[in-house]
C-alpha cells in the first residue's frame, strides 16, 4: 500500500462528486438524471479546457441528498453541497465554484469558502452568498459506499 496524499494534495485543486447511486427502496440520483448530470459537468469542463486539469470529477454512491428531482453534488475541498441538481443545473453550480471560464480553480481550502451558496439561495441568485457549509473520463473514479 502506498499513501499518495501528498501527490494528489499537489495536483487537485478541487474535486467533484457526482451521486449515480440506484437502488430501488428510495428515491435516488440514478432515477434523477444523475448520469445525465455527470456527463454535463464533464461537457462544461471540456467546453472550458478544464477537463483534464486539478479539477477531478468521480461517480460516487449515495452523498446522502437523495431526491426524485435532481442529483446530488458536492465540490471538495470547498464543503459545498447541492442536492436536486439537473443536467441543466450544472453551469450556474460549476460557474459558481470555478467562475465562468473555469478560471478560479484554486480557492481556499478551507470549510465555509465564501463562494459557497446559503442554504436559503438558489444557485446563481444575484445575492452574495453566506458562509453555510454548503476530470475526466479516464481517470473517473467509483466511491460507492
Known amino acids: ?3 499518495r496524499t501528498a501527490d494528489h494534495r499537489e495536483r487537485l485543486d478541487a474535486h467533484v462528486l457526482v451521486c449515480t447511486n440506484d437502488r430501488e427502496e428510495h428515491d435516488c440520483c440514478a432515477d434523477a438524471g444523475g448520469e445525465q448530470t455527470l456527463a454535463a459537468v464533464k461537457d462544461w469542463l471540456r467546453e472550458r479546457d478544464a477537463f483534464w486539469s486539478s479539477i477531478s470529477v468521480t461517480e460516487t454512491g449515495c452523498l446522502g441528498l437523495c431526491s426524485a428531482d435532481g442529483a446530488a ?6 464543503n459545498t453541497w447541492y442536492s436536486d441538481v439537473q443536467p441543466e443545473d450544472v453551469p450556474a453550480v460549476l460557474e459558481s465554484a470555478f467562475g465562468p471560464d473555469a478560471d478560479r ?5 478551507s470549510v465555509g469558502d465564501d463562494r459557497s451558496v446559503d442554504s436559503d439561495q438558489s444557485v446563481g441568485d444575484d445575492r452574495s452568498a453566506g458562509d453555510d457549509q454548503s476530470v475526466d473520463d479516464d481517470h473517473e473514479q467509483s466511491a460507492d459506499d
Open 73 to 78: 453534488i458536492s465540490i471538495q475541498p470547498r
Open 1 to 3: 500500500m502506498k499513501d
Open 105 to 109: 480553480v484554486a480557492a481556499d481550502r
